[in-house]
């Protein structure tokens, strides 16, 4: 019954995800929409495959010594301000009520940055698991939420360069070679390369972000519509476009560094230098880590994010070779983030910072892909997690009843009974198989007699009598041999 | 080191509430206050507690068969309105940035309604953890705050009377209990008999639920500042009011039940009626399930909440006798619920009714409680849990302890290691005893010459040299041993 995730192979299930990635709201069904757009509710079938995936998470971060934090779902309006660059507009802002101007959180990283500013913490290294909610407008909106959970890990310090980095990537590839969601790659850059780049192509520093911003498209949109935005919307000259794709179309691994390395426009520049060095360092300890086949190094890599300054990184899911044409198919990210050094100095009053890099996890795409295999294979979950039933074929049992009952739960033992005074013994044994729950304890007039209780195993149907002061052992038994 | 909660008896720590519960904000201590008023982060530590006794709430719910589900941290305006009465205006209002017209969730209770008649789901046991927020003003503030988490238990259905709502009484004793925070009581009431006496006494119709509100403060005010309240603020008439006053002012057990049978002003209200009559049966069922001796009928418990509809309860911690003056004084509410059977009808086009009954954990407060105990008593709990720090007591050992730690996370084992590329080894050593760390790897010239890694125990200094092969199953051994 009880499903493992992920015993499928890739290609198995590679074939579904085309249609949920496009338009994940087909999950979402409800008769009347009485919430609000781009959210939904979570049902229990949901709720448990969410948990099980978010242990999976939890325990990877917790693996690598990661403390918990929490903070508040919204913040400062103040606080957010200038922080996300153009998708600023997306976050939601409170009602003036009389009082504070505030807005709910857009992610964990500046939520994050403010706590370590505030409370002077120089050093850390935490997850947060939590919502964040972004006012994503509608036509933008398939195939995202407004309000969705975040699972963030990270690394907050003065350390030698590249083994927190280094130590992040590590973490998305155990993550998502646990989940068994098929093969991935995580594509790498720095933002110092891709400012460099841009420097040395000629766009004006003053449009840097911004064409950032456009560059991020690369993954859902094709070039020439990139470079169509960042010719008319963002007014760039035609031939800086042009000497830019030049780049962003470059992606390999060492020997892709090494011939950056050679590039006289782009060596004159200091920051890149940095950049290429320490992408070299990285990629060293990544292979001490044995993941180096999963990195690529990709200049159309640019994250949408205002406040990285170094090392970014973002990981896709690949569709299996078999169903490729040319080259692996890019199924979504699933995981991203990078560095960003000068965050937690935007909020220290005296400017001190303290570099940060980190990671999060595309959780609601994974919940997504998992769902959606479930469902594609007839899997289910059973959603609570009784263990044993109270029946009774008899009338007029309910005192009894209700005094087992206690006794099981006061012993620790996960129990359940209808709530009618004289259900009938069929309901009662449906209720089990529906349910799954594998054992059920029936007392009735002649075990009342006997001063017996009967213990049925639901799927075998085997009944024995057990005496009443040793039934809570015998079930604890039953259940640890299970 | 690591604490285990409630190991104290009652009196040993009730002494430290007092202070605690007048002012819960000294916790939140901060040097810059950039965040918004009434919210705080959670600290690592802060994080520990909570996980731990949210285990236990969970637990405990799903030991009743509870399944679990999520809803939206915002809702439709329209949703919340007419459902809180006089607390509607503490609702948290979003920007109106061009859509619809949202709200924070205020309860997980009317949420659950909602889902329940949005999916026609007409039987239903969930629960629920998450965030609510509400914009107490800050006079009110001292002693609570504007976001905090609800665990909620709902039974949603028809079913034969009182069943449900005894197993909600029941799951609060076991929470109580387990939590071990010292005595507590149980108060009942029944929405029908406190509108039952309203009625009997002269309150108008049109003021039952206002007079509600107020009489639900007795537990904050003296009688004298609610009768004042009702009369001026609220206009009722003195002598109304000093007939509510005889009657609010009794509690008692059965013999307080039988009384009020005898009473010819109520028992001509068949409302009355039926309250009473359910709540004999319910202390019936609370004595099979042993714990009557928990539970007081309190004709002073309202409930300031407008969809209670049937029975009522509240638990409050006691002050052990030998430090209350003449009567067990109350330490202040940590959970609350009763039946609201006409909500989920207000959410149906067609008004079908589902009957619901539920309860509330007040975690924030009992997580205050336990938390300034510990700082009482000065116990600490370890924020991570890493069982093995990768050590090194030589130069240029870096690329040595990335490979070993890829293997200890690759084997599932919980490592760290300094982001250093010569770290020195005491303050590696020091860092595993800060941190509780149980085991320290080390690895060095002679190691790797020997072909051997040491295996230290930070607590006893003990240091074996293990061959690298079977570093891993050693300390698995060591780790499932301990």
């Known amino acids: 019954m009880m499903s493992q995730f992920g015993l499928l192979p890739g290609r198995a299930w590679a074939a579904l995800l085309s249609p949920l990635l496009r338009s994940p709201y087909t999950l979402c069904t409800s008769a009347v929409r009485s919430h609000s757009q781009g959210t939904r509710d979570l049902s229990p079938q949901q709720m448990v495959i969410r948990e099980k995936i978010l242990d999976k998470v939890v325990s990877c971060f917790k693996r690598h010594g990661a403390k918990g934090l929490d903070t508040p779902a919204f913040e400062l309006k103040e606080m957010l301000t200038e922080k996300y660059g153009e998708e600023s507009g997306l976050i939601y802002d409170l009602k003036d009520q009389g009082g ?37 407008s509608p036509t933008i909106l398939q195939g995202r939420y407004r309000e969705f959970c975040q699972c963030d890990f990270d690394i907050a310090g003065h350390f030698d360069p590249m083994i927190p980095d280094a130590e992040c990537l590590k973490i998305m590839c155990e993550i998502l070679s646990g989940l068994q969601l098929g093969d991935f790659l995580i594509k790498v850059n720095d933002r110092r390369i891709v400012d460099g780049i841009f420097a040395a192509c000629g766009v004006p520093e003053s449009k840097f972000r911004t064409i950032c911003s456009s560059i991020d498209k690369l993954d859902k949109m094709s070039w020439e519509h990139v470079r169509l935005e960042m010719v008319t919307e963002k007014s760039l000259a035609p031939d800086v476009a042009d000497r830019i794709g030049d780049y962003v179309q470059l992606h390999g691994g060492l020997s892709l560094l090494d011939q950056l390395f050679q590039d006289p426009r782009l060596t004159q520049n200091k920051q890149v230098l940095e950049g290429l060095g320490d992408l070299k360092l990285l990629f060293e300890y990544l292979t001490l880590f044995g993941i180096s086949e999963k990195i690529s190094f990709d200049l159309s890599l640019a994250r949408g994010l205002d406040y990285y300054t170094g090392v970014i990184y973002e990981a896709v ?102 709530y009618k005074n004289n259900p009938k013994l069929l309901t009662q044994l449906h209720y089990c198989e529906d349910m799954g729950i594998p054992l059920m304890v029936i007392i009735g007039e002649q075990e009342m007699k006997d001063g017996v209780i009967t213990l049925r195993s639901v799927a075998s149907r085997k009944e024995v009598a057990i005496k009443r002061q040793y039934l809570v052992a015998e079930i604890q038994k039953q259940l640890s041999d299970s």
Chains 1, 2 share one sequence.
């Open 100 to 136: 504070e101007l505030l807005s709910l959180r857009y992610d964990l990283t500046v939520p994050f940055a403010r706590y370590l500013a505030m409370n002077k913490v120089k050093k850390m290294k935490r997850y947060h698991v939590g919502k964040v909610w972004r006012r994503e």
């Open 317 to 418: 899911l690949l569709q299996s070779p078999d169903q490729a044409a040319e080259k692996p198919l890019s199924l979504g990210t699933v995981a991203a983030g990078g560095r960003y050094d000068d965050l937690v100095g935007m909020f220290d009053p005296k400017g001190h910072k303290v570099p940060c890099v980190g990671l999060s996890i595309g959780v609601e795409r994974i919940f997504s892909i998992v769902e959606q295999r479930m469902k594609a294979f007839g899997e289910t979950v059973r959603t609570t997690e009784t263990q044993v039933f109270v029946a009774t074929p008899q009338k007029n049992f309910l005192q009894e009843r209700l005094k087992l009952i206690a006794e099981l739960w006061d012993a620790g033992i996960k129990a359940e009974l209808l």
